[in-house]
């Protein structure tokens, strides 16, 4: 039987086909929920960064303007930048544009440093540099008047903010000058870190990081978690603002990108995945669970179901297959469940209706065979009484009276013997009493042509055989086995135990046998004779052994040596 079939199989995959869909729609509504967060965040993450951004913009062009009209229009900017001047006049243009570029410094904080350089006097003038690489005043100015020394390399400077690395320290730089003369010029300088300072006011989860890049992707401000490891980011994904994911180790980061026109660099905003999704990664969690939580409960459901449904219906299965191996006293026991209530009652009803029925069809076949064989035993008695008239008629034809006293008497005893035979069975020492009279009423017909012999053990004597059983074999015997030849025909009838159950009865003759063909015939346990005149009380002895015995009796012919049949009945050994 294909195990697809049971009953459990089916509730399984039922229960699979309800349940694996709904933890495939849990899982994808999981990742769509990631997916909707993320994307929420990055775009208010967007936001944020680009207003900032927008006004670091501003602020530079701010500055830029301002630098440009100190250039344009101021008066001290032209003297200072002039040869010859007078010490005085130096003094004074110089200290109104370090004053100038002083109150510039206070309102736009994000300037780190305005500086003016002379070039007739080869003199740097600057105010402090403040902001988050105060520390580097020194080692700025030094590389400001190198860059002095090279005017070729001044021009990249004029037009743009470029970027510039002092030591370990990246720097937005921007000059303005006369296009004129060149002899002075203004010039202001931004720690990329200090451009930081306006967007640390945004509202960025625990573990988030505010990082400034170049246009190539590396990361010029100070490293800050949770990018700490990384020198750089794609550069690819910088040239467009928007948002994309990084990998820092095992970690992924959502970074919110802003690309500068005006100062060539980018701010992103970095962000781990786990602090987004926080939230979300226990309803994760939960999600990935489920598949074990659904296992459990199918297994605890299963358990439940066998006890309620399963172990019921195998009872009911055990009860049907002892029926059918004859176990009819099998009940199924009380339920609590009203349904299988009603089955087990109903089952119990139907095995004790087929148990009643099985009774009267099982009395009434014994009935019909106790009838049949009654029909049996009537047939042989007409059948052997027309022979024994036959032999009455041959010796009163001969006018042999005492012979014919002689028969009657015999024939007397044989009949007296079945009419006082109420019974079904008789003792082995009546069946061959019986026998004895039928062979001397064929002793007295045949005279020297016909001996027989009758040998039977006392501890035989009392067992019971159906009644007639063995006599059809010796009149056949007589009448089949009878030759003309001058030998004596010869009859032995034997009773022997074969062991504590049974016993063989024996008839051999020496007379004219048989066919092996008919022998074959006759040995065939399906064998019936085509009339009553062939064979009839062969077949009815069969017919009765079977019904009496079943298959504890047998039935065997064998050719005798050297001629004849041995005829050999099996049977079982019951006493009265």
Not at 244 to 265: D, M, P, Q, R
Not at 405 to 412: C, D, I, W
Request: charged share 20%.
């Amino acid at each position: 039987m294909n195990k697809l079939n049971t009953l459990g199989s089916r509730f399984i995959m039922l229960f699979c086909a309800i349940t694996v869909p709904l933890l495939l729609i849990l899982f994808f509504v999981g990742n769509y929920a990631k997916s909707v967060v993320l994307t929420q965040v990055a775009n208010s993450y967007q936001h944020l960064v680009n207003a900032n951004l927008n006004v670091i913009d501003r602020s530079l062009d701010d500055i830029t303007t301002n630098m440009v009209d100190i250039v344009n229009h101021s008066d001290d900017f032209q003297r200072f930048g002039q040869p010859g001047l007078s010490d005085s006049d130096y003094y004074f243009a110089q200290m109104e544009l370090i004053h100038r570029s002083t109150t510039y410094q206070s309102y736009y904080h994000t300037v780190d440093m305005f500086f003016i350089y002379s070039k007739p006097a080869a003199s740097l003038y600057s105010t402090n540099l403040v902001g988050a690489a105060s520390g580097y005043y020194e080692p700025v100015r030094a590389w400001i008047e190198k860059s002095f020394q090279h005017p070729e390399k001044l021009k990249q400077f004029l037009y743009k903010w470029s970027i510039i690395k002092i030591k370990d320290q990246y720097f937005l730089y921007r000059l303005v000058s006369d296009d004129l003369t060149n002899n002075a010029y203004i010039g202001a300088i931004i720690n990329v870190n200090s451009l930081k300072s306006p967007l640390g006011k945004l509202d960025v989860r625990g573990g988030a990081g505010i990082l400034i890049l170049g246009d190539d992707g590396r990361v010029l401000s100070n490293p800050s978690a949770p990018l700490t490891t990384s020198a750089q980011l794609p550069a690819d994904k910088l040239k467009q603002s928007g948002s994309f994911t990084v990998t820092e180790g095992k970690a992924k980061l959502l970074a919110v990108n802003k690309h500068s026109a005006t100062a060539g660099i980018s701010f992103a905003v970095v962000i781990p995945n786990s602090e987004l999704l926080w939230g979300l990664s226990r309803f994760q969690a939960v999600i990935n669970l489920l598949p074990l939580i659904v296992f459990a409960i199918l297994v605890l459901y299963l358990f439940i179901f066998r006890n309620i449904i399963f172990n019921p219906i195998l009872r009911l299965l055990g009860a049907i297959r002892r029926i059918k191996e004859g176990d009819m006293s099998t009940r199924l026991p009380n339920s609590q469940i009203m349904e299988f209530a009603i089955i087990n009652h109903t089952f119990n009803n139907m095995v004790e209706e087929i148990t009643d029925l099985k009774i009267d069809v099982y009395e009434e076949n014994l009935r019909a065979q106790q009838a049949e064989l009654k029909h049996l035993q009537t047939q042989i008695n007409p059948h052997f009484f027309l022979n024994t008239l036959n032999i009455i008629f041959q010796l009163a034809d001969l006018k042999r009276t005492e012979l014919v006293k002689k028969t009657v008497r015999h024939m007397v005893h044989y009949f007296r013997f079945s009419l006082r035979t109420k019974q079904d069975t008789v003792t082995l020492a009546q069946e061959l009493e019986h026998i004895r009279n039928y062979l001397e009423i064929q002793k007295m017909r045949f005279q020297d042509s016909f001996t027989f012999e009758i040998r039977m053990p006392d501890e035989l004597r009392e067992a019971k055989l159906p009644a007639l059983l063995v006599q059809p074999f010796v009149e056949n015997a007589m009448i089949h086995g009878m030759s003309v030849k001058k030998a004596p025909f010869i009859l032995q009838l034997s009773a022997r135990r074969l062991d504590e159950a049974s016993m063989a009865v024996e008839i051999e003759d020496n007379g004219k046998g048989m066919s092996a063909e008919k022998m074959a015939e006759l040995n065939n346990g399906s064998y019936a004779p085509d009339s009553e005149d062939n064979h009839i009380g062969i077949w009815n002895v069969r017919k009765r052994m079977t019904m009496q015995y079943g298959d504890k009796a047998e039935l065997h012919f064998y050719p005798n040596e050297p001629s004849g049949v041995r005829i050999r009945l099996r049977l079982p050994i019951e006493y009265v």
